[in-house]
């Protein structure tokens, strides 16, 4: 990213810290950055509404407008360098073409659409335990993301409490990020802590839902 932004002044790139400002600043120092944007997000109240996502799912790519040009680009994990090659080709297209016209999600090829959601598919991690427990978290999600109810909430929650705990534990037996050390900053910890706060996050939400009158809507509208 401090690479893009060197090469690309006319665009701001931005690394958002969802973890702590600790973080950020290690990042400072492991990266220095001078040309992209390093910040970190406070609190709770300040993540966004509506949409957001964890870098290592791709880029989230838009306009001078706001307008979203890529609501997520290819992930690293999935197409290896052509991920990079995918945010490249969108700048070019924005920054460098004469009329800089580029393809809005709204305005995308269908099939292109449909081949980005085949892309959706689970990839597997090497372990099928792992693999099993991930697909059964998805499954869960998926749920809730029909049905909103308080219940489906609470499936996920189990789900993914038992896959971090196991999960944790294989890291531990296997040295996974330095999880046998005594440092703060390292893999593991900072993959320890996104579990507790995803955890915390359902959690609070279940609270809030178990709370609301029964005649009162599971959704804000």
């Known amino acids: 990213m401090e690479a893009w932004a060197k090469s690309r002044p006319e665009a701001q790139f931005i690394c958002v810290c969802v973890d702590s400002k600790g973080v950020a600043l290690q990042f400072e120092r492991m990266f220095g950055f001078q040309h992209a944007l390093n910040c970190w997000i406070p609190s709770r109240s300040y993540f966004p509404v509506g949409y957001g996502q964890l870098g290592c799912s791709g880029f989230i790519v838009v306009d001078a407008k706001g307008c979203f040009i ?5 992930a690293f994990l999935q197409y290896g ?4 090659d995918h945010v490249e080709e969108l700048l070019s297209k924005e920054l460098d073409s004469p009329n800089k016209k ?8 269908p099939k292109e659409v449909e081949e980005e959601k085949q892309g959706d598919v689970l990839s597997s991690v090497g372990v099928d335990c792992m693999d099993e427990e991930h697909e059964k978290c998805a499954l869960a999600i998926s749920s809730l993301l029909e049905t909103f109810s308080l219940e489906a909430l609470e499936k996920v929650l189990v789900e993914l409490d038992d896959h971090f705990k196991h999960e944790e534990r294989l890291m531990k037996k296997y040295g996974f990020g330095n999880s046998n050390g005594d440092s703060d900053f390292s893999a593991f910890v900072s993959h320890t802590k996104d579990h507790e706060r995803i955890l915390n996050i359902g959690k609070c ?7 609301r009158p029964i005649s009162e809507p599971c959704v804000d509208s």
């Open 70 to 74: 890529s609501r997520r680009t290819k």
């Open 81 to 84: 360098e052509n991920a990079f």
């Open 102 to 109: 580029v393809t809005r999600q709204a305005d995308r090829n």
């Open 205 to 211: 939400e279940a609270d809030r839902l178990s709370t």
